[in-house]
């Protein structure tokens, strides 16, 4: 893997300030397949300071030029999709065919819809007498997590451009090839320097410094809950503005009158795709008690489909293998009936862990409150309606879910009820212009299509 030994400053590569750097460590072989710069907050200043300067300048852009640029993006993004799925492979350990569809091609659609926003978005309107003005609210700091390492750049970085904002990203240490091959693809897209930046290095250093420099007008985070709480103080002593990305403990709500084949089918395929590591995966089978049986033993037939080193990709380092192995043997400990795969690593090289499957699982249990970010299913039984609707909002989490039923007005009204920010109705498509954020401790904010835009514009009124 070819990697840059240097920063995305002000449109050019330069010498980081300090020698240190961090090995890039492939997780399917557990060797070192790149080093790249550890950053210092002397690196974070310098491309805060570049991302300051070219900000008067973006955010007079016209919104139709602004929109070209981001187009011309994509079609970088799109022209390197093999060998951004080659280094997505490489650094996260994704299998092959998941890294070429999903975390090579997703974020070109993403990049396409901002493109289109950016031309279209109603950035000045009428109210009564007042004109009111959408304006860019600033320079950005973009903290990325590992686990969908381009799309969430993309996520965070062509709203902000299409505002109007300029940006300082720091992705996550693990992953930081796919991080400097998108700065190569706004270097040749032509986006004017100092509107993107980036720093890698250690988030206690590169990413703390970030979300504290006083040039930042707002931190946008995607990764743990634990960390959102302290970059949330940080901001809220600065009066900055935050956008929140958290954790989630989703609910794939599987009514009576539901096809039960299917809703397992897709809910152990929801949960297996990227080895388990996406926090809107839905980790918790709820299951009516007259079924129940039936969709355990249909859940472990799905699950042994999904073989470690073939569908199932590694975790991304060995502290993740550790984490989620341990809580797997919690499960145990609390009582859960483990039905498929177990704590045992499946494979004697690389981080992975076997698929795993847990049936009597009950609500208070750490299996069914926490998030896992791994390969694990808790099935649980409910009585009825009200309580499956009682346990569907039954963690501090609220991000995602799922309900499936005979039809979809059903499936509906009990989607209305349940507190979390996106629903999947009967398997419903992913798509990239509806808004992604969590309710309760799963975040603040929205990302993705025109709510994702907002997040980067503040308003003024002009009375007349």
Known sequence: ????????????????????????????????????????????????????????????????????????????????????????????????????????????????????????????????TSTVLMEPVGVVGAITPWNYPLHQIVAKVAP????????????????????????????????PAGVFNLVTGLGPVTGQALAEHEGVDLVSFTGSTAVGRKIGATAGGAIKRVALELGGKSANVILPSADLAKAVNVGIANVMSNSGQTCSAWTRMLVHKDRYEEAVELAAAAVAKYVPGERVGPLVNAKQQERVRGYIEKGVEEGARLVAGGPEAPLEVGYYVSPTVFADVTPGMTIAQEEIFGPVVSILKYEDEDDALAIANGTVYGLAGAVWAGDDSEAVAFARRMDTGQVDINGGRFNPLAPFGGYKQSGVGRELGPHGLAEYLQTKSLQF
Do not use: N
């Open 1 to 128: 893997m070819k990697a840059h030994d240097g920063m995305y400053i002000g449109g050019r590569w330069r010498p980081a300030a300090a020698p240190e750097t961090i090995a890039v460590i492939d997780p399917a072989d557990e060797q070192v397949i790149a080093h790249v710069p550890a950053g210092t907050a002397e690196d974070v200043d310098a491309a805060v300071r570049a991302a300051r300067a070219a900000f008067p300048g973006w955010a007079a852009t016209p919104p139709a030029e602004r929109a070209r640029h981001i187009a011309a993006l994509r079609d970088e993004l799109g022209r390197r999709a093999e060998e951004i799925a080659e280094t997505v492979t490489a650094e996260l350990g994704a299998p092959p065919a998941l890294a070429l569809a999903v975390h090579a091609s997703l974020p070109v659609a993403v990049a396409g819809s901002y493109a289109e926003l950016a031309g279209s978005y109603a950035f000045e309107e009428k109210i009564g």
């Open 160 to 191: 902000a451009l299409a505002a109007g904002c300029t940006v300082v990203l720091k992705p996550a240490e693990d992953t930081p090839l796919t991080a400097q091959l998108f700065a190569e693809a706004v270097h040749e897209a032509g986006i």
